[in-house]
């Protein structure tokens, strides 16, 4: 075992544990979506290039630095392509830990109906947990672009609409919370999909909100997004 992968041990079979179960999940197909786990202020696991999430194992898991610099990876293994818009948002949300992107069939419909409703106040524990869903406009996959394009979001929330691509949901508690917060995600997307085909989605209200924000506070939860940015779950979505 490489020293790297000594250091990083437990990390990296989290970090491939939860590649296997985003695929069971099917939130992933084929080689789809990556996966990226901060372990220290510099350095970063990231899943690799065309391998199947389902397939992935310890030996698969790549280690860059906050530049998607190369520390180390196994031999044929390199990291995704897509490791730009992975080390950018970690340069810019020095709070995060753990990335998911990925194409769940949900929350995917809504980003290519280019749906405002995930913006919406609708479901307390989403709300609380990880912020609305802010869009990010569609860039082509693995080009510095996609990066580019999450600069205006990537401040006011944990979770992210891909346009006609598909989800960024991220933890400042490492890479199998940020799991689980995919994973409310499309269960929520899901409850929406059926309150529209029965009638319409109603949201909560302003004061809904601000009790809300009263129960973040008495319990000391830290708000979505960048720490300091945002100040209160009305300010994220009534202004």
Do not use: W
């Not at 990083?8 to 079979?13: G, L, Q, T, V």
């Not at 996966?35 to 970063?44: E, F, G, K, M, P």
């Not at 989605?201 to 009790?211: A, E, F, M, R, W």
């Amino acid at each position: 075992m490489h020293e790297m992968q000594k250091k990083y041990e437990s990390s990296i079979a989290e970090l491939a544990e939860c590649c296997v179960r985003t695929a069971g999940l099917g939130y992933v197909t084929s080689h789809g979506g990556n996966l990226s786990y901060r372990v220290d202020s510099d350095v970063v696991l990231i899943t690799p290039t065309k391998v199947a999430k389902r397939k992935i194992t310890f030996d698969d898991i790549c280690i860059i630095d906050l530049n998607g610099e190369v520390l180390y990876a196994g031999e044929g293994r390199r990291p995704t392509g897509e490791t730009p818009f992975h080390v950018r948002i970690f340069q810019k949300r020095p709070d995060l830990k753990g990335l998911v992107h990925a194409h769940p069939p949900v929350l995917t419909g809504f980003a290519m109906a280019d749906s405002a409703l995930l913006e919406k106040p609708l479901l307390p524990e989403p709300i609380i947990e990880v912020g609305p869903m802010v869009p990010v406009p569609y860039a082509e996959p693995l080009s510095d672009e996609l990066a580019e394009a999450f600069d205006d979001a990537i401040e006011l929330s944990n979770a992210f609409l891909m346009k006609n691509h598909g989800v960024m949901v991220t933890s400042s508690d490492g890479i199998e919370r940020a799991l689980d917060f995919l994973e409310m995600y499309e269960a929520a997307a899901k409850s929406i999909v059926v309150s529209e085909m029965l009638g319409g989605t109603s949201t909560l209200t302003k004061k809904d909100v601000q009790n809300l924000d009263r129960t973040m506070n008495t319990r000391g939860l830290p708000m979505p997004g960048r720490p300091g940015r945002v100040s209160s779950l009305v300010q994220l979505f009534f202004t």
